[in-house]
């Protein structure tokens, strides 16, 4: 159990997690009920410009959700003539198994390449190796709120003409050299599930840009395929975002930066206070601003040491513990090897920071030092 709290904790309490701003949060609803408008109103249209603006953007489009996020940017990218099936585009092989979903429902081949164990994000070193006359685009995964290497990625991806699409599904507010996630690439996809950083109340997405075509073509293929009424240019889908969601995520983003405070507050006591030879904590690379999604360690003895942690009402979790290239829908697909990936799926433990404060991180910490 947590000293500080001396009773078990959930790793997540989303009703803890809104409690704070349960009154902004009524209010917002109460403002979607009273004035009956429910899609494409007002509430979605300032959460666009807030989001643009909060990450440097130009452009906003709010969709269903993270992975839709990803599928509608690959599609209007094809549409527009600049992907095309069978292109290959370079992806982190520990990504969460959205990433590949995406780029495969494209039509599009993704091409693993193995992670930087430090930073857990695609390491940049492996990526010319990787490049083929097929390859088009790059795809950012910012894994547990770390943002990639975005320079050097960028350098790599103008020096071959390749496009650069963000998964920013975990790092909403992180930064490098002062630049934020959303605004890193020619493209970037959000995820708003409940247990992000800024969750909806039900499920959410977005995708940034600064092209208004790029922004124009997945706002059609969100909607239909429609660039306006019963007028449809692409063979598109049913992806949109409800006013009531935009309306709930309006108050999240507007306290974006105390919770990736309050998550950087908590990161900085466990990696103060664990001092264990069997743990690896993480690391923040250079000019780099990590907002904390998940708090991942690694632990050799991993079963041994989660076991530990449950006895003392500590919970933990696995992100991810199957990679993409051993999950049975994509069996046979990707022949390679990924040592590097493998040996983080069997190590990697996320300790619980949702809904904890740097007291507690701290008393977790004592216990983890006794493993």
């Known amino acids: 159990m947590c000293a500080a709290s001396n009773k078990p904790f959930p790793f997540v309490d989303l009703k803890a997690t809104i409690s704070p701003l349960a009154e902004e949060l009524i209010e917002a609803c109460s403002r979607v009920v009273r004035s009956g408008w429910f899609l494409h109103g007002p509430e979605t249209e300032a959460f666009e410009r807030e989001l643009a603006a909060s990450c440097g953007a130009r452009y906003a489009v709010a969709v269903s959700n993270g992975l839709d996020a990803l599928r509608l940017t690959l599609r209007a990218w094809k549409q527009l003539g600049m992907l095309r099936d069978g292109d290959e585009v370079i992806v982190a092989a520990n990504t969460y198994i959205a990433s590949i979903l995406a780029i495969t429902d494209a039509g599009l081949v993704p091409v693993l390449v193995e992670p930087d164990p430090v930073t857990f994000n695609l390491d940049p070193t492996r990526i010319k190796g990787a490049i083929t006359p097929r390859t088009r685009a790059i795809m950012e995964v910012h894994l547990y709120g770390h943002p990639c290497a975005a320079r050097v990625i960028r350098e790599i991806a103008d020096r071959h003409g390749l496009l650069i699409i963000e998964d920013n599904a975990q790092a909403i507010g992180a930064t490098e050299a002062g630049v934020s996630t959303g605004a890193m690439g020619d493209a970037a996809a959000f995820s708003f599930y409940p247990t992000k950083n800024i969750g909806a109340l039900g499920d959410a997405g977005a995708v940034t840009t600064n092209s208004a075509e790029l922004a124009g073509a997945v706002r059609a293929l969100a909607n239909y395929g429609s660039d306006r009424r019963y007028h449809n240019i692409y063979e598109g889908f049913n992806c949109r975002m409800d006013e009531m969601q935009a309306a709930m995520l309006r108050v999240k983003l507007r306290h974006l930066e105390e919770e990736s405070t309050r998550r950087r ?52 979790d696995i992100h991810y513990a199957v990679p993409p290239h051993l999950q049975p829908c994509y069996a046979g697909r990707f022949p390679g090897s990924y040592p590097v990936t493998e040996q983080l799926a069997d190590e990697v433990v996320s300790l619980p920071i949702a809904n904890v404060t740097p007291a507690d991180a701290r008393d977790i910490s004592l216990i983890i030092n006794k493993f």
């Not at 907002?291 to 933990?316: N, S």
Request: with cysteine; proline share 6%; aromatic share 10%.
């Open 265 to 316: 507050e908590v990161a900085d006591a466990y990696s103060a206070h664990i001092d264990n030879p069997k743990i690896l904590t993480p690391v923040v690379a250079a000019e780099c601003s990590h907002v904390w999604h998940q708090y991942v360690v690694r632990v050799g003895e991993r079963d041994a040491f989660r076991d530990y942690l449950h006895r003392q009402g500590i919970p933990t």
